[in-house]
């Protein structure tokens, strides 16, 4: 359960609040609040952390954000562990397509080997 929240006062210019009501909407965010909120939990995540490097924001869309909340209910891992799992998935599957890039340049190498050493033995 979260603690009781306080109201902060904070001035906007109103560039700024355009871009905040642009933002409203998006990911749930229900209002101006829910909007600021977020900016402050992530700009907390991140100086808390003092290594920047090892965060990382995704955008996604609301589908998307709605299969992630299904896989942490499923598998009970947090949404960090499903992206490291991802990204690792995703990583194999680079690995085998340049393995096989790889296979087949090494195929063509070799037929050219063996159709250069024919051509040697023609009289």
Do not use: C, Y
């Amino acid at each position: 359960m979260s603690s009781p929240s306080q109201m902060v006062s904070v001035r906007f210019t109103e560039e700024e609040v355009h871009e905040i009501d642009r933002l409203v909407g998006f990911d749930g965010r229900r209002n101006r609040s829910d909007v600021i909120r977020r900016s402050v939990h992530k700009l907390l995540e991140e100086s808390a952390s003092g290594d920047s490097k090892s965060r990382a924001s995704i955008r996604m869309g609301k589908a998307t954000r709605q299969q992630v909340e299904i896989l942490e209910e499923l598998t009970g891992m947090d949404i960090s562990s499903i992206a490291a799992q991802g990204i690792g998935l995703f990583l194999e599957q680079q690995n085998k397509k340049i393995k096989a890039s790889l296979d087949d340049g090494m195929s063509v190498l070799d037929e050219i080997k063996i159709r250069g050493s024919h051509e040697d033995h023609v009289e």
